[in-house]
């Protein structure tokens, strides 16, 4: 392991967590990160959860959430790129997991769901939309682009917690951005606020641990060139410990 894996695992290990629930299978899930940049430092996109949230209430997160059946179904403009689907398909946990594909089009799709951007390509023609939760992107004419999206993470939730994901991180870059809808930010929304940050201040953000490590891996990625062939770090604990493997 690299000294940067160390010191990373290391924090994650010493994180103060309550591992006294019951046991529980992660569900898929899939997160992205916006990033800006054009200026001299890369600035990240962060959302504030609701403060009456049972989960991470208050806290800054990237926009994300869980696998539903109908974004495997979703065309895009293009697809994802060949190395990163592959490093998708490693270490599945069974025989179920989603098709690599479902993971970037989940994100896109809960970023639109969370802060109203979509991300993608203007359609010439309205895409067909697999069910209810794409609707708004046909609507506009927008093809989500899943070459311009790079997996950069994964990460398991340890055993015994209250909510375990399988998350796969993924991120973007600003310009992508094709269409914004208004009004999904409100005093009452999951995401009560939004803030672009540079990565560097967005670690002192009361952010989830793994956030912050997340973070970190990012910034490395960006200063190695964001390549799609890049090495994708998996953290997941075993007994008692986490361990950093690289897909």
């Known amino acids: 392991m690299t000294d940067i894996g160390k010191a990373l695992t290391e924090r994650l290990t010493k994180t103060?967590?309550?591992?006294?629930?019951?046991?529980s299978i992660p569900r898929d899930a899939a997160t992205l990160i916006l990033?800006?940049?054009?200026g001299p430092e890369p600035q990240v996109l962060l959302g504030r959860r609701h403060a009456?949230?049972?989960?991470?209430?208050?806290?800054?997160?990237?926009?994300?959430?869980?696998?539903?059946?109908?974004?495997?179904?979703?065309?895009?403009?293009?697809?994802l790129d060949a190395a990163a689907a592959a490093k998708l398909a490693l270490h599945p946990r069974d025989a179920e997991v989603p098709a690599p594909r479902a993971f970037p089009l989940a994100a896109i799709r809960e970023t639109f769901e969370e802060t109203g951007l979509m991300l993608g390509t203007k359609s010439g023609a309205a895409p067909a939309a697999p069910n209810s939760e794409w609707q708004a992107f046909a609507k506009a004419g927008i093809l989500p682009d899943l070459s311009q999206?790079?997996?950069?993470?994964?990460a398991i939730t340890p055993p015994r917690r209250p909510?375990?994901?399988?998350?796969?991180f993924?991120?973007?870059?600003a310009d992508t951005i094709a269409h914004r809808v208004d009004g999904v930010i409100t005093p009452d929304s999951e995401l009560v606020e939004l803030v672009w940050i540079p990565i560097k201040q967005a670690r002192e953000l009361e952010i989830p641990p793994i956030t912050g490590i997340i973070l970190e891996e990012l910034n490395a990625r960006v200063k190695a060139g964001m390549d799609h062939s890049l090495p994708v770090p998996f953290y997941f604990m075993v007994e008692q410990e986490f361990r950093r493997e690289l897909l």
């Open 16 to 23: 103060e967590r309550d591992q006294s629930f019951p046991d």
């Open 35 to 38: 990033i800006d940049r054009t």
């Open 52 to 79: 009456g949230h049972k989960f991470m209430p208050g806290k800054f997160v990237f926009p994300g959430g869980r696998i539903e059946t109908g974004d495997i179904q979703m065309a895009a403009a293009r697809e």
């Open 149 to 154: 999206i790079h997996f950069i993470a994964r």
């Open 163 to 168: 909510k375990r994901f399988d998350t796969r």
């Open 170 to 173: 993924f991120t973007a870059d």
